[in-house]
C-alpha cells in the first residue's frame, strides 16, 4: 500500500547522497524492521522552499 503521510527533514546523513535519496525513519525493532524493508520502491516528493 502507498505511504502518504506529510515528513519532516532533520538532517542529511552520511547515506543519503546523490540527487533524489530520501531516508524514512521508521522507528525501533522488529516491526520497525519489516515495514523498512519494503521501502524500496519509487517514490515522489514534494519540497516547499521558502522565498
Do not use: C
Amino acid at each position: 500500500q502507498p505511504l502518504r503521510r506529510a515528513v519532516m527533514a532533520q538532517d542529511t546523513g552520511s547515506a543519503i547522497s546523490g540527487a533524489v535519496r530520501v531516508d524514512f525513519f521508521w522507528g525501533w525493532g522488529p516491526q520497525a524492521e519489516t515495514m523498512a524493508g519494503r521501502m524500496k520502491q519509487p517514490l515522489r516528493v514534494w519540497a516547499l522552499w521558502p522565498r
